[in-house]
């Protein structure tokens, strides 16, 4: 039992990192954007840097017969890169460009909702009342964290919110994925795999090369550095903490430290003002974090104590397998 603990509480740490990781996407397209960068341009060097670095990496590491994997990792990792950062890109740029970067925030978090739904289909996930009120604050705790309590109506448009709802549960298959591709997968080729088709869906989709744009010295570095900290540093933890937690609905809740952090750069690097709103926001997205971890220990208590009684009895392995 302690050791289900322990990994559960370093895949938390890990999914904790990767969602403060990319929390700093704000601030690279937001530097790129002012060196002269367009949309397509940037969400292009994201990923075909990413594939480029991992590639790198993972033949140094584990050597060209790593990429040898079974067709299972392989569709897997061609969902993640297709869906979950190709069509992802496209459907938000699409929803900022309706209804501004703000809502499209908030819609975006909508996304452990839809893990959580999602996870009870794919892998029968109970859907306790802790958990639930741990999703309902979470998701509070963004908008506050987000827009502070402001909302421009008026820019609304009903092709805008279905683009932003779209992103977010695009978004939310991500924890889907990569739990399907397997615990024993390895999380270097998996990403290596899935930035090479996001990069080769964004090529075609987006036609990056017919933007007309001058690819500068500063632009190129800051999306190597865009496609190296957030993206594939920061989708390493990720994937790494994915494989060992159990319940696929607590991923978003936990990665949602990208909104805090990325609130906090804001005000560091942007000299963004922030409103008693936007600390209340960070201060709930905190305590649903909390609350989900306190679920998981009550629930590990509940199987502790089922356990220690059975072992009164005579042992009904069908039965108590499938409690653990």
């Known amino acids: 039992m302690r050791q289900k603990n322990t990994t559960f509480e370093r895949g938390a740490v890990l999914i904790l990192i990767a969602g403060c990781l990319w929390g700093?996407?704000?601030?690279?397209i937001r530097l790129m954007s002012d060196a002269g960068a367009s949309a397509a341009t940037i969400s292009f060097l994201r990923m075909a840097f990413a594939f480029v670095i991992l590639l790198v990496v993972t033949v140094i590491r584990s050597g060209i017969s790593a990429f040898r994997v079974s067709k299972r990792v392989l569709f897997f990792s061609a969902m993640l890169g297709l869906v979950c950062h190709?069509?992802?890109?496209v459907f938000y740029s699409?929803?900022?460009?309706?209804?501004?970067?703000?809502?499209?925030?908030?819609?975006?978090?909508?996304?452990?909702v839809f893990t959580a739904i999602l996870s009870a289909i794919f892998f029968h996930e109970r859907v306790t009342s802790r958990k639930c009120m741990a999703l309902?604050?979470?998701?509070?705790?963004?908008?506050?964290?987000?827009?502070?309590g402001q909302f421009t109506a008026a820019s609304l448009s009903i092709s805008g919110i279905l683009f932003g709802v779209a992103s977010g549960l695009c978004y939310a298959l991500t924890a889907?994925?990569?739990?399907?591709?397997?615990?024993?997968?390895?999380?270097?080729?998996?990403?290596?795999?899935?930035?090479?088709?996001?990069?080769l869906f964004?090529?075609?989709?987006?036609?990056?090369?017919?933007?007309?744009?001058?690819?500068?010295?500063?632009?190129?570095?800051?999306g190597f550095l865009y496609a190296l900290i957030p993206?594939?540093?920061?989708?390493?933890?990720?994937?790494?903490?994915?494989?060992?937690?159990?319940?696929?609905?607590?991923?978003?809740?936990?990665?949602s430290m990208e909104t805090v952090t990325a609130a906090i750069l804001g005000v560091l690097v942007l000299g963004e003002k922030l409103t008693a709103l936007h600390y209340l926001g960070?201060?709930?997205v905190m305590a649903s974090i909390v609350l989900m971890q306190r679920n998981k220990s009550a629930s590990d208590a509940t199987i502790k104590d089922a356990d220690a009684i059975s072992t009164d009895c005579v042992r009904a392995p069908t039965k108590t397998d499938a409690n653990l």
């Open 24 to 28: 700093s996407i704000g601030l690279f």
């Open 86 to 89: 190709g069509v992802y890109n």
């Open 94 to 112: 699409w929803a900022v460009v309706r209804i501004g970067v703000t809502v499209s925030a908030v819609l975006l978090n909508v996304a452990p």
């Open 136 to 148: 309902f604050i979470n998701v509070l705790g963004c908008v506050l964290a987000a827009t502070g």
């Open 176 to 199: 889907i994925f990569g739990k399907l591709a397997g615990e024993d997968s390895d999380p270097f080729v998996v990403s290596t795999y899935s930035y090479l088709f996001a990069a």
């Open 202 to 222: 964004l090529a075609v989709f987006l036609r990056p090369w017919e933007t007309p744009i001058t690819l500068t010295l500063p632009i190129v570095w800051l």
């Open 231 to 255: 993206t594939a540093i920061g989708y390493l933890f990720y994937y790494q903490g994915v494989q060992q937690i159990r319940e696929s609905s607590k991923v978003p809740v936990i990665a």
């Open 282 to 284: 960070i201060a709930v």
